[in-house]
């Protein structure tokens, strides 16, 4: 968050304005405090110190103004206890920015020299108001035909609501066949027994392995570390002692027999060998025609949905909150999620439908599509931009006119 100081904690003159200099060391706490209260600022470390020096000139520039204009009074005390505000404030965050704080220290920004630049910020918006005041300009008249033509310019970016979906699922798992399992046994039955009797581990990986990937090269992984595969296969691998085979460990592909051969720090080098799970179109149909029978009960009222995950749903970390995943913007859909919310309303329960996970059932508790603001919702907003804008244009012209009355220099 905090910006290197410039020439380290060495401070110099980095501009002048009449015969008033502004220190390397005001520009530094400015931008630190900017960024603390409010991280607007973009751009490079050089870029955002001249947008924050060009800030303090004006400033500058405006009390020299002020002081020529015996109309202007500003009441230093009501200023005093909105600084203290802010100032209390800021310390308080500190206490999560050590590395702030210590910036601060090194550069020599006590508290009380904070509180003169915040004292000099608050007087400079006061004065503003005074001027502005005076000429008129306090609250700058926006015609109904510069919003509506805003508006009608900037509505699809301006005034577009994200659409969201509050929703739960039930998630059933596509399993094999009773027959299916029981040919994914006998075959790890029998490379776990020739293993037992000294079989190599690499050979029986091309000669039983179903991971078209790896078989070739004798089952092996490479060089793996965690979180490169699935988290039920890191929950075992890098727990297996070296040389030691695991047992059968499910997955999403199937089951695998691992082997690891080598551990440097955190990583594995390891082999597996893969049986595949043949899913039948029968064995789809089988969950699919559960998965309709439960969303059958729910629509019915045997069920609600909240009931119906906690006792169907296969997904362990949603199913003991009936299933809620969580409110979630519409573009952040993936497929087949996206387009199975798009065919439900809020309180609707939608189809069973597939993904690479399984069956699922999915509840729309609440669900709003994207939609533009209308032009009465947002003219009172794009007025106030607008009026803002105008007296942002009306300040530059006012510090543009005193750079003709006083002596400016950058040393930046």
């Known amino acids: 968050m905090a910006l290197a100081l410039v020439g380290g904690s060495a401070d110099r003159v980095v501009g002048v304005v009449d ?15 900017a960024n603390l209260e409010a991280p607007l600022l973009e751009g490079t470390e050089d870029s955002i110190r001249l947008v924050v020096l060009d800030r303090l000139i004006a400033q500058k520039l405006i009390f020299k103004k002020a002081a020529l204009d015996s109309a202007i009074e500003i009441d230093r005390e009501d200023i005093a206890k909105g600084v203290d505000r802010r100032l209390e404030a800021f ?38 108001q005074q001027m502005f005041t005076a000429q008129g300009k306090i609250q700058p ?3 109904p035909n ?10 699809d970016s301006i005034a577009v609501v994200p ?20 040919r994914i ?16 581990f690499d050979i029986l990986a091309e000669s039983f392995s179903e991971d078209t990937r790896t078989r070739s090269r004798g089952g092996s992984l490479g060089w793996v570390k965690r979180g490169d595969l699935l988290p039920e296969i890191d929950s075992v691998l890098f727990f297996l002692p070296v040389g030691r085979v695991s047992p059968p460990v499910p997955s999403r592909q199937g089951y695998h027999l691992f082997l690891v051969e080598a551990r440097s720090g955190d990583k594995v080098y390891a082999r597996h060998i893969l ?43 949603t199913s003991e909150q009936g299933g ?3 409110e979630v913007p519409l573009a952040a859909l993936t497929p087949p999620f996206d387009s199975v919310a798009a065919t439900i309303d809020s309180g609707q329960v939608s189809k069973p439908f597939i993904s690479e996970m399984g069956v699922h059932l999915l509840y729309a508790e609440d669900k709003h599509d994207e939609r533009i603001l209308s032009f009465d919702e947002m003219q009172a907003q794009i007025r106030n931009y607008l009026a803002a804008l105008k007296q942002e244009e009306w300040l530059e012209d006012l510090v543009a006119e005193a750079q003709e009355e006083f002596y400016v220099e950058k040393r930046f």
């Open 141 to 143: 008249y926006v015609s």
């Open 19 to 33: 015969a008033d200099p502004i220190l390397s060391s005001e520009v530094e706490a400015m931008v630190i405090l």
């Open 185 to 200: 046994e006998r075959k790890i039955m029998e490379v776990l027994d020739i293993l037992s009797r000294g079989g190599d």
């Open 163 to 182: 659409g969201y979906i509050r929703m739960a699922h039930i998630a059933f798992s596509i399993r094999p066949s009773a027959a299916e399992q029981a």
């Open 324 to 326: 809620f995943i969580g």
């Open 275 to 317: 049986f595949k799970q043949h899913i039948t179109r029968r064995d789809t149909l089988r969950v699919l025609e559960l998965a309709d029978k439960i969303r059958e009960e729910i629509l019915s009222g045997e069920l609600t949905f909240e009931e119906a995950a906690r006792t169907y749903s296969e997904d362990l970390t």
């Open 91 to 128: 310390y308080a965050q500190l206490d999560s920015f050590p590395e702030t704080r210590a910036e601060l220290e090194e550069a020599g920004l006590t508290r009380d020299r904070l509180r003169k630049l915040l004292m000099n910020q608050g007087r400079f918006q006061a004065i503003i």
């Open 146 to 155: 510069e919003v509506r033509k805003f508006y009608e310019q900037n509505k």
